[in-house]
């Protein structure tokens, strides 16, 4: 659905570019995750797939046609959820989502319905200047998908969020993607990317580091190792560690076990996807 080939971009006010030959696929009903820390470049990806920044160098082919191709209907087949929300503030939620469904001529979804989806039922009907951030955001992921895009694009849609919230978002996203949407999604949001991503990119610097499954990230990255935590000689918690590899012909492993001496813990160590991120970019992601 998308084919990005060696995408680079420069803001006209700017003394260097923001991106630097990105390459990228996002196939249908798939969720691509693009995740760096804030200022990699994500968002003005985003904005360029969307036809919001022109003047762009490579090729992009969204839907089988070059983006540069496309006319207003575009809009018809894309759905956008901002950074920054920025609805009617006069108008309540219900009244901000029939007024966009009413700038589009497809098959819509029902307002209300579309409200329950993101926990805003009960809210239907403040105004949205009395809503929070986190219900603005939610509002926002409604608004994007009301027309009932082929792809979705959604800009940090879990910031903000309590993990309720958040989690309500994630379902969504998956039964979107299930009934065959398209999803770009960018986050900083590490825990969710790796729960909700079909294939995660890492961007740092305008560049894309690599990209993969986030489960297959960790099995590359991971350390696959046993901690087992016991109380040793006088009395101290002492942690011994064994690869997980072999393990049952491990004899250290059975000694301690049946040393007598009273164990704790017993943990696998599994990587995380941020632990593979700074180990592959050398950078955090800071909240
Ligand atoms: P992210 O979404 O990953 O946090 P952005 O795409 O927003 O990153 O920003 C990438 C870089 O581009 C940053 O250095 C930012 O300062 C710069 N930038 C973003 N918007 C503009 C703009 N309108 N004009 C000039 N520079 C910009
Ligand atoms: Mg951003």
């Not at 990105?22 to 804030?38: D, H, M, Q, R, T």
């Not at 250290?252 to 696998?268: M, P, R, V």
Request: proline share 3%.
């Amino acid at each position: 659905m998308i084919k990005v080939k060696n995408l680079n971009f420069q803001y006209k006010t700017a003394d260097a570019p923001t991106l630097y030959g990105l390459n990228f696929e996002v196939a249908k009903g798939e969720i691509l995750g693009f995740l760096g820390p804030s200022g990699a470049g994500k968002s003005t990806t985003q904005n360029i797939l969307i036809g919001m920044l022109k003047n762009y160098a490579g090729n992009i082919e969204i839907m089988g046609k070059e983006l540069n191709q496309w006319g207003k209907d575009f809009y018809e087949h894309i759905g956008v959820s901002f950074e920054l929300p920025n609805h009617f503030l006069k108008l309540t939620a219900r009244e901000n989502l029939q007024h966009f469904s009413s700038l589009y001529s497809g098959k819509k979804h029902d307002v209300m319905e579309v409200l329950s989806w993101v926990g805003l039922a009960e809210d239907a009907d403040k105004k949205t200047s009395d809503y929070s951030k986190g219900m603005k955001i939610r509002l926002n992921v409604a608004r994007s998908l009301v027309h009932q895009p082929k792809i979705l694009f959604l800009d940090e849609p879990t910031s903000g969020l309590d993990p309720v919230n958040a989690a309500k978002i994630k379902n969504l996203v998956f039964n979107l993607r299930d009934q065959g949407t398209t999803i770009f999604i960018t986050t900083h949001n590490m825990t969710l990317a790796d729960q909700m991503c079909d294939r995660v990119a890492f961007v740092t610097n305008g560049k894309l580091r690599a990209i993969d499954k986030p489960s297959d990230f960790k099995k590359q990255y991971g350390k696959r190792f046993v901690d087992v935590e016991y109380i040793g000689v006088a009395k101290k918690p002492t942690i011994a560690n064994f690869s997980l590899d072999d393990l049952g012909q491990n004899s250290d492993f059975f000694k301690l076990l049946n040393s007598g001496q009273q164990i704790e813990t017993i943990h696998s160590q599994e990587t995380t996807l941020e632990n593979v991120f700074i180990e592959l970019t050398g950078q955090e992601l800071m909240a």
